[in-house]
Structure formats: structure tokens, C-alpha cells
């Protein structure tokens, strides 16, 4: 089957979305494809059939490239938000289960993109982008077997490489950071649990949370901030589940 082009992806994406909204029959969804850009038809069935899938969080069967991949998660978070994403983010990952188990293969570039999508979307505050990065490394060099990994460990001195990276950042409000650790009283706005220590000035250390990541269009405003301990910020960002907060009114992971 010939590759599928960055343009066609986008195409099919429209008419996924428009399929899964019901204002276009699958059948027709598919023709339009094929007559307008000349697309193998059984791609552009697949290609149009996961919009749907992915957006019901399902598992599809039929694989899709990583750069639709990408492409479908990112449209998916702008164009429904956070909530939405986590469920895409779902089926993609269980398909990539289900295709690895049936070739017995891993799909690192598949995986990449989707740690990627995470990086961006669901991991944002500030350094976090490059955690998640380093967190793919990590389960790559779990992937290897071990005697491998002790060979490569064994060349090393241990003295760190340093790099220069360029990265964008929001520019977060300190104020908002600040009330919303007054408003909290030094106790965490998820768990309840006072703050685990005190930071060296005598305040309790809770971290300001973006409940809908500014990545994805959240607002720097009070009402999108939880302070929260390190324990329940971690599970925030990393956890499987995803979580709510006390006083605020929006919830997310
Ligand atoms: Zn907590
Ligand atoms: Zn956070």
C-alpha cells in the first residue's frame, strides 16, 4: 500500500470528524477521498474509520501511520480539549498493544509519537516536557536486554554530557501562583493532607497546578490552578487515572 501523505492525513481527518458527527455516510466519506485525492481506497477507509474509533477511545484494528497518529491527537486535543485527548490517547495506545502482540513487534516510532502527544499536552509544566522525553529513553533501554545495557554501562565514566536546549515556555503569572497557594492554607486541594514539609523560608510546599493545561489553551487564572502536593502533582501528570480537585470546579488529569 502506497505511503500515506501528510495531506491526505489531514483530509481524512475532516472526514473522520465529519463521519463521526454523522452529517457524512462512511461510504461517501470514503469516495470523497478517493475521487478528490486519488487515495488508495482501503487506506482512506482505515484512515477515516479511526477518527471515529480514536475519538470513541476504542481499539481499532487497522493501523494508521505515526504521523497521522500525531496529527489526529493533536486535532483531537484542540479541537475538544484535555478530556477528550486522554480517551484518544487510549485507543491509540491499546491498538499499539493489540498490533504488537499479533506481530509479536515493538512500534517505537508509533510509541514515540504518542509520548510525544503526552510530552506536549498532558505533561506541560515547565521542565516536565523533558522528563517525558527522558521517560521514553528509559523505557527504550528497559526494551534492550540486560546484558546489553550493562555493556553500555560499563564503557561509562559517569561523568554527565551537557547540553544546550532551546525550549518554549509559558510565562506563568506569580500572582496567580501566590493566591493560590494562600487560598490553600498549606494543604493539598486534592489528597487534603497538610504539605510534606516546609520549603526553607517556613512555607508549607505545595505545588500550583494547571488544571487544563495552558498547552492546550488553559488559562493562567485562579480558577484553573489547584495547589497541590508533589505526590498528587506527579499522579496529575503521570497517573493512569484521571483526577479531580477540591475548591476548583474544573477537573482534569
Ligand atoms: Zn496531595
Ligand atoms: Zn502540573
Redesign the pocket.
Known sequence: MPKVTSREIEFCYDLGLAYHKRQILFNDAVETAVTALHMNKASASDYIRNVDLIIKGKTYKRTINPEAISYYLTRIATDFGLAALMTALKSVESHIEYYEGLRNTTRHTARQAVSDIRARFVEPDADEGQNAQFQRLVVQSLGDNEPERLARLSKLSGVPVRKTVEVTVFQRNPDVVAQALVNAKGV?Q??C?PAPFTRKDGAPYLEVHHIIPLAIGGLDTLGNVAA??P??HREAHFGSEPITFLSTAASAR
Do not use: D, G, M, V
Open positions: 493539598c486534592r489528597c493532607q497541590i502536593c505526590n498528587c
